[in-house]
């Protein structure tokens, strides 16, 4: 590995302690937190896909008519990652996607998707995204995250969504997700069949292919310039406040803390 990844990853290393320290791992005691806990991250969920079609509308072309752009190997690594995201398969090797295949998971435990639902109409009746995030009832943890993502995306500055993809989202996921649901799936496995296969998957995918493409993505991109280096840092840290923020906000919702 580039050492300055690594140099990256260690100015990232108490943030994400933090984060993966946070107490709202082991606050997930019932399946009503549960339910609390994906009606909120659900948007994370959502926005994840925003990065990732940011970054290929950056590196591909998806105008019309079609030129080469970029190099042909940033162009696979990005289209790689898309394909399953976008398109992955799931437990009976139909074609979905991830988020797609989170709503399910919603729907399986009980959770309600009245807030998703109404961003997504909204966003189809043309509002941006703060005006259909106005629109939800969700705290202000939630519309802050999302919020971020957007701000990063609308920089125009492709190493700082390729910071915010790989160690805000890809290079956490793993870690994160392992800490999730283990005790509450042998409680309820038929409620929590495709969430527990949803986070299985992730974990699978981000850690073995994605996390090491987008690790080459964020060295292409800041290549020697000290400055995007230290931008992607910061943007990386940031994005890491902002999970932590939410998780904080997911705590507090909680039925089992109230």
């Not at 991830?98 to 909204?122: P, T, V, W």
Request: glycine fraction near 4%.
């Amino acid at each position: 590995m580039n050492n300055r990844i690594k140099e990256l990853q260690k100015g990232l290393q108490e943030h994400r302690q933090r984060l993966l320290r946070h107490n709202v791992y082991q606050s997930l005691q019932t399946l009503d937190d549960l339910k609390v806990f994906m009606e909120h991250h659900v948007f994370a969920v959502w926005d994840f896909m925003s990065l990732l079609k940011a970054l290929q509308a950056d590196l591909t072309c998806v105008t019309l008519p079609w030129l080469p752009k970029g190099s042909p190997s940033t162009r696979r690594l990005i289209n790689e990652i898309v394909l399953e995201e976008e398109t992955d398969v799931d437990q009976l090797g139909n074609p979905v996607s991830h988020f797609e295949l989170y709503l399910r998971a919603m729907d399986e435990c009980g959770a309600d998707k009245a807030d998703i639902n109404q961003l997504l109409e909204s966003l189809q009746e043309g509002k941006d995204v703060n005006g259909a995030l106005d629109k939800t009832n969700v705290p202000a943890s939630v519309k802050l995250f999302v919020r971020n993502t957007f701000r990063i995306i609308n920089s125009g500055k492709t190493h700082a969504v390729a910071a915010a993809f790989t160690f805000g989202r890809e290079d956490l996921i793993p870690d994160m997700f392992r800490k999730l649901i283990s005790d509450l799936y042998q409680r309820y496995p038929e409620k929590l069949n495709t969430f527990d296969y949803y986070l299985n998957r992730h974990v699978e995918l981000d850690e073995e292919v994605h996390t090491p493409l987008a690790l080459r993505m964020v060295d292409e991109f800041c290549g020697d310039d000290e400055d995007k280096w230290q931008e992607a840092l910061e943007v990386s840290k940031e994005c890491i406040e902002m999970r932590i923020e939410l998780w904080n906000g997911i705590r507090m919702m909680l039925p089992s803390e109230a």
